[in-house]
C-alpha cells in the first residue's frame, strides 16, 4: 500500500465572520479552474463560506443555496463562480457533466462534495467544517490542499 500522509490545516471559526474572512483569504490567491469541496453537515457554514468567497470575487448578485438547481453560475465576478450543491443530486452526476465545469477557466465550489467522491478532480481543495458541541457558533474546519498549486495556496494564506 502507498502510503500519503497529506498536510492539513487546521483552523477554528468563531462566528460567521471568521468564515467569510477564511473565504475572503483564500479567494485572494484564487486561480482559473480553482475546485474548492465543502464536506459538512447541515447548516455547518458550506453556503456561508461560498457567499464570502463571491463577495470577494466582487459578485453582488445574492448567493441562494442552489439545492434544487443543483448548479449556480454567477459571471459578473473577477472569475465566474460555479456554485454547486450536489445533496440531492440522487446519483445524477453523469446527466450534471461536472468535469466540464472544471475547465471552464472558472472557480468551481461543491456543497457536500463527499457525495461526489469518484467525480472531483484529482487537484482540488478539501475543506471539512465541522460544528462544535461545545458552543453554537464554534465550527471545526479542516483544509486539505490536493496538489501543488493548491499546498501553495495553503502556504501563502494559511
Ligand atoms: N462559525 C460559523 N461559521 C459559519 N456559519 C456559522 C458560524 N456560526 C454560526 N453560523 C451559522 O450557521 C449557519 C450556516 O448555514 P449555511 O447555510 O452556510 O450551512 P450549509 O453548510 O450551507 O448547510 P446546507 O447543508 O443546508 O447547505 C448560518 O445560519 C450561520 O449564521
Ligand atoms: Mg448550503
Same mark, same amino acid.
Given at each position: 500500500m502507498n502510503l500519503v500522509i497529506k498536510m492539513a490545516y487546521k483552523i477554528t471559526s468563531r462566528s460567521e465572520k471568521d468564515t467569510v474572512e477564511l473565504a475572503q483569504n $483564500?479567494?485572494?490567491?484564487?486561480f482559473p479552474n480553482m475546485v474548492i469541496c465543502l464536506i459538512g453537515d447541515l447548516g455547518s457554514g458550506k453556503t456561508v463560506f461560498t457567499k464570502g468567497f463571491a463577495s470577494s470575487l466582487g459578485?453582488?448578485?445574492a448567493i441562494t443555496s442552489p439545492t434544487f438547481n443543483i448548479i449556480k453560475e454567477y459571471t459578473t465576478g473577477e472569475m465566474d463562480l460555479y456554485h454547486m450543491d450536489v445533496y440531492r443530486l440522487d446519483g445524477k452526476v453523469e446527466e450534471l457533466g461536472i468535469e466540464e465545469y472544471y475547465k471552464k477557466d472558472g472557480v468551481v465550489i461543491i456543497e457536500w462534495a463527499d457525495m $461526489?467522491?469518484?467525480y472531483l478532480p484529482e487537484d482540488r481543495l478539501e475543506i471539512k467544517i465541522r460544528i462544535s458541541e461545545d458552543s453554537e457558533d464554534v465550527r471545526i474546519i479542516t483544509i486539505t490542499p490536493y496538489g501543488r498549486e493548491y499546498e501553495e495556496l495553503c502556504e501563502a494564506v494559511l
Open positions: $483564500i479567494e485572494s490567491e484564487k459578485i453582488e448578485e $461526489i467522491k469518484d
